[in-house]
Protein backbone atom coordinates (compact mmCIF):
# COMPACT_ATOMS: atom_id res chain seq x y z
CA UNK A 1 0.00 0.00 0.00
CA UNK A 2 2.64 1.97 0.85
CA UNK A 3 5.90 2.51 -1.84
CA UNK A 4 9.61 3.93 0.20
CA UNK A 5 12.50 4.77 -2.55
CA UNK A 6 15.61 4.78 -0.94
CA UNK A 7 18.49 7.03 -2.17
CA UNK A 8 21.88 7.35 -0.94
CA UNK A 9 24.62 5.05 0.71
CA UNK A 10 27.80 4.06 -0.14
CA UNK A 11 32.07 4.28 1.28
CA UNK A 12 32.89 6.74 2.98
CA UNK A 13 36.26 7.89 5.09
CA UNK A 14 36.11 8.15 8.70
CA UNK A 15 35.21 11.86 9.68
CA UNK A 16 33.21 11.73 6.33
CA UNK A 17 29.47 12.78 5.64
CA UNK A 18 26.81 10.89 3.86
CA UNK A 19 23.28 11.45 3.07
CA UNK A 20 20.10 9.16 3.01
CA UNK A 21 16.69 10.16 1.74
CA UNK A 22 13.57 8.27 1.73
CA UNK A 23 10.12 8.91 0.17
CA UNK A 24 7.03 7.77 0.33
CA UNK A 25 4.36 7.13 -2.22
CA UNK A 26 0.98 5.23 -2.46
CA UNK A 27 -1.56 4.95 0.25
CA UNK A 28 -1.23 7.80 2.88
CA UNK A 29 -3.42 9.17 5.04
CA UNK A 30 -1.25 11.01 8.00
CA UNK A 31 2.05 9.67 8.71
CA UNK A 32 2.79 9.37 12.69
CA UNK A 33 6.12 8.79 12.31
CA UNK A 34 9.37 8.28 9.90
CA UNK A 35 12.33 6.92 11.07
CA UNK A 36 15.61 5.31 9.95
CA UNK A 37 17.14 1.74 11.46
CA UNK A 38 20.11 0.05 10.73
CA UNK A 39 21.91 -3.58 11.14
CA UNK A 40 25.58 -4.07 11.27
CA UNK A 41 26.59 -7.64 10.52
CA UNK A 42 26.00 -9.82 13.23
CA UNK A 43 23.90 -7.22 15.51
CA UNK A 44 20.17 -7.01 15.60
CA UNK A 45 18.41 -4.21 13.83
CA UNK A 46 18.45 -0.67 16.09
CA UNK A 47 16.72 2.41 16.06
CA UNK A 48 19.14 5.21 14.36
CA UNK A 49 16.65 8.19 14.12
CA UNK A 50 12.87 8.84 14.52
CA UNK A 51 10.75 11.97 13.48
CA UNK A 52 7.28 11.97 14.70
CA UNK A 53 4.26 13.94 13.14
CA UNK A 54 4.50 16.64 15.86
CA UNK A 55 8.17 17.11 14.67
CA UNK A 56 10.09 15.82 17.59
CA UNK A 57 12.97 13.56 16.96
CA UNK A 58 14.92 10.83 18.76
CA UNK A 59 18.46 9.57 18.47
CA UNK A 60 20.73 6.60 19.32
CA UNK A 61 23.05 7.77 21.55
CA UNK A 62 25.69 6.59 19.63
CA UNK A 63 24.97 8.96 16.73
CA UNK A 64 23.62 11.67 19.05
CA UNK A 65 25.33 15.43 17.69
CA UNK A 66 26.42 13.64 14.54
CA UNK A 67 23.30 12.61 12.69
CA UNK A 68 20.26 14.56 11.61
CA UNK A 69 16.85 13.53 11.05
CA UNK A 70 14.50 15.81 8.78
CA UNK A 71 11.64 15.62 7.03
CA UNK A 72 9.55 17.38 4.30
CA UNK A 73 5.88 16.36 4.71
CA UNK A 74 4.81 17.88 1.25
CA UNK A 75 7.39 15.28 -0.38
CA UNK A 76 6.25 12.47 2.36
CA UNK A 77 10.05 12.65 2.97
CA UNK A 78 12.30 12.17 5.32
CA UNK A 79 15.90 12.49 5.00
CA UNK A 80 19.39 11.49 7.49
CA UNK A 81 22.46 13.24 7.22
CA UNK A 82 25.59 11.59 8.77
CA UNK A 83 28.42 13.41 9.75
CA UNK A 84 31.80 12.40 11.61
CA UNK A 85 30.98 9.04 10.80
CA UNK A 86 32.88 6.43 12.60
CA UNK A 87 33.39 2.39 11.11
CA UNK A 88 30.80 1.99 14.11
CA UNK A 89 28.35 3.33 11.38
CA UNK A 90 28.88 0.38 8.80
CA UNK A 91 25.62 -1.07 7.98
CA UNK A 92 23.10 -1.81 6.30
CA UNK A 93 20.49 0.96 7.02
CA UNK A 94 16.33 1.18 6.09
CA UNK A 95 13.83 3.60 6.33
CA UNK A 96 10.32 3.29 7.70
CA UNK A 97 7.41 4.99 7.79
CA UNK A 98 4.07 4.32 9.59
CA UNK A 99 0.82 6.34 8.90
CA UNK A 100 -2.27 5.61 10.43
CA UNK A 101 -3.14 2.48 8.84
CA UNK A 102 0.27 1.07 7.59
CA UNK A 103 4.12 0.29 8.78
CA UNK A 104 6.19 0.10 5.45
CA UNK A 105 9.60 -0.51 4.82
CA UNK A 106 11.91 0.34 2.21
CA UNK A 107 14.86 -1.45 0.61
CA UNK A 108 18.23 -1.81 2.68
CA UNK A 109 20.86 0.64 1.49
CA UNK A 110 24.59 -0.21 2.12
CA UNK A 111 26.89 2.18 4.46
CA UNK A 112 30.32 1.55 4.52
CA UNK A 113 32.82 3.65 6.60
CA UNK A 114 36.30 2.88 6.42
CA UNK A 115 40.05 4.02 4.92
Known amino acids: QVQLVVSGGGLVQPGGSLSLSCAAS????????MAWYRQAPGKQRELVAR???????NYADSVKGRFTISRDNAKNTVYLQMNSMKPEDTAVYYC?????????WGQGTQVTVSS
Open 96 to 104: NVRTELTNS
Open 51 to 57: ITSGGST
Open 26 to 33: GTIFSINA
